[in-house]
């Protein structure tokens, strides 16, 4: 969540920041109501610390009279005597309703984040150049024909939104994902394998409960009365493995990634730049993740990105990185860059590595601190995250950019002894 000390000091800034983000009398709205409760909230705990105190000088002056032989003064008379459970219980209220105000606030853009959607992302980097491919066959085509992807058996067995990966494509796919992990463990992230089950708790903590509460699958409250859906992202999952801890500050930053299925309500695509493997409720993705200094967060930003770049640069594929605006990035991120690979058959790019910063955004949900040694003051941590990478849409992008005019598609130089050939071609062939 936000500060609250931030938007009692400088209520003007944090409004423009949020206008990137929302309507402008909406942001009023909820600062209004904010800052209200807030002040409720001061209000009462004064009053309890108050009559806590005038309870306090009761139980005195009660001894104070047996000692000395007289009637003690009765506390039912003082006029000024508050029910301290009244006041208590409405505290709870009052502190539940501001925390639920300011959970639904989004976090504060960076300034050089600019508002609006997808209309005004900007392109700030191309690598490489777009491929010529002769008669162009999409990603779905090629993946039937040379057996790679089984589309009507993943329905069969799922539903709209599955596949199941056959022969050449499954083991493209796993070595895609364990190319990923050497790589990863060799800019020194640790490896985690978190379960796939997470509860409501860590959801909140990411920021994408409870606006996107709705966007998981839930388990029903019979058989999981605490609350537990399955994972949207990995992310979810290493932030929320380390809610409630304090950290030294001589572990940050602290790097881990994960790999994991990802599963996700959204619709299936079904425009053509959505096709086959590109939108669906499950697939595979590996995550990075840095818990670090408020002063170390940008450049762990930029080494992110940069990391995840070369991943793709590895794989020889053209893409750019694009900085997103305001109202195309997550509600919880001050900053996004996407980097975007190049779909022949389409013509357009496609997000296969979001790589944000989310200042404390986060660790305030989460409440994850750190220490300065010797000090007894904690502060929050920043988180940034990145997939690194999703692999069913650096799948299709694989298929197309590598192409062959004989239907044939050659396989990224990196990932051939993992799959023991350096083209694939249809079965039987």
């Known amino acids: 969540m936000l500060d609250m000390e931030l938007i009692r000091k400088d209520r003007d800034a944090v409004a423009v920041a949020l206008a990137k983000r929302l309507d402008p009398a909406e942001v009023t709205r909820a600062l209004d109501e904010i800052q209200e409760l807030d002040q409720q909230r001061r209000t009462l705990i004064g009053e309890i610390d108050a009559e806590r105190q005038r309870r306090k000088a009761?139980?005195?002056?009660?001894?104070?009279?047996?000692?000395?032989?007289?009637?003690?003064?009765?506390?039912?008379?003082?006029?000024?005597?508050?029910?301290?459970?009244?006041?208590?219980?409405?505290?709870?209220?009052?502190?539940?309703?501001?925390?639920?105000?300011m959970s639904e606030l989004p976090n504060l853009p960076s300034d050089d984040v600019v508002p609006g959607?997808?209309?005004?992302?900007?392109?700030?980097?191309?690598?490489?150049?777009?491929?010529?491919?002769?008669?162009?066959?999409?990603?779905?085509?090629l993946?039937?024909?040379?057996?790679?992807?089984?589309?009507?058996?993943?329905?069969?067995?799922?539903?709209?939104?599955?596949?199941?990966?056959?022969?050449?494509?499954?083991?493209?796919?796993?070595?895609?994902?364990?190319?990923?992990?050497?790589?990863?463990?060799k800019a020194g992230y640790d490896f985690l394998l978190p379960p796939h089950l997470l509860l409501d708790s860590a959801g909140f903590a990411a920021g994408q409960f409870p606006k996107f509460y709705d966007d998981v699958y839930h388990l029903d409250r019979e058989s999981a009365p605490r609350g537990q859906f399955l994972l949207p992202t990995s992310e979810t999952?290493?932030?929320?493995?380390?809610?409630?801890?304090?950290?030294?500050v001589r572990q940050l930053p602290l790097k881990r990634f994960a790999y994991t299925p990802c599963y996700r309500r959204e619709s299936a695509g079904t425009h053509s730049d959505e096709r086959g493997t590109v939108r669906g409720h499950q697939f595979n993705k590996v995550e990075i993740f840095q818990f670090t200094l408020p002063e170390q967060a940008e450049a762990a930003l930029e080494e992110m990105v940069s990391h995840a770049e070369s991943l793709v640069e590895g794989l020889g594929l053209h893409f750019q990185r694009s900085l997103l605006a305001a109202g195309d990035a997550s509600a919880s991120m001050r900053k996004t860059l996407d980097i975007e690979v190049y779909m022949p058959s389409t013509g357009k790019y496609k997000e296969v590595s979001s790589v944000s910063w989310a200042g404390d955004y986060q660790a305030r949900r989460a409440s994850i601190r750190y220490r300065e040694p010797g000090s007894k003051q904690t502060r929050f941590v920043h988180t940034l995250n990145g997939s690194a990478l999703a692999t069913s849409r650096l799948f299709p992008a694989i298929l197309e950019q590598y192409q062959q005019a004989d239907g044939s598609?050659?396989?990224?130089?990196?990932?051939?002894?993992?799959?023991?050939?350096?083209?694939?071609?249809?079965?039987?062939?």
């Open 58 to 101: 009761e139980a005195r002056a009660y001894a104070e009279a047996k000692r000395a032989g007289v009637e003690p003064p009765s506390a039912e008379d003082d006029p000024e005597r508050k029910p301290l459970a009244d006041l208590e219980a409405e505290l709870g209220q009052v502190q539940d309703r501001l925390r639920a105000t």
């Open 117 to 141: 959607g997808k209309e005004a992302n900007r392109v700030v980097r191309t690598f490489g150049s777009v491929p010529q491919v002769d008669k162009v066959r999409d990603h779905v085509e």
């Open 409 to 429: 598609v050659l396989v990224p130089e990196v990932l051939q002894d993992k799959i023991g050939t350096d083209r694939l071609v249809p079965p039987g062939r």
């Open 237 to 248: 999952a290493i932030l929320g493995a380390y809610q409630d801890e304090i950290m030294d």
């Open 143 to 185: 993946s039937r024909a040379l057996g790679l992807v089984d589309y009507d058996r993943g329905v069969k067995l799922g539903g709209s939104g599955f596949w199941m990966y056959t022969g050449m494509g499954a083991r493209l796919e796993w070595a895609l994902v364990n190319w990923f992990v050497e790589q990863h463990v």
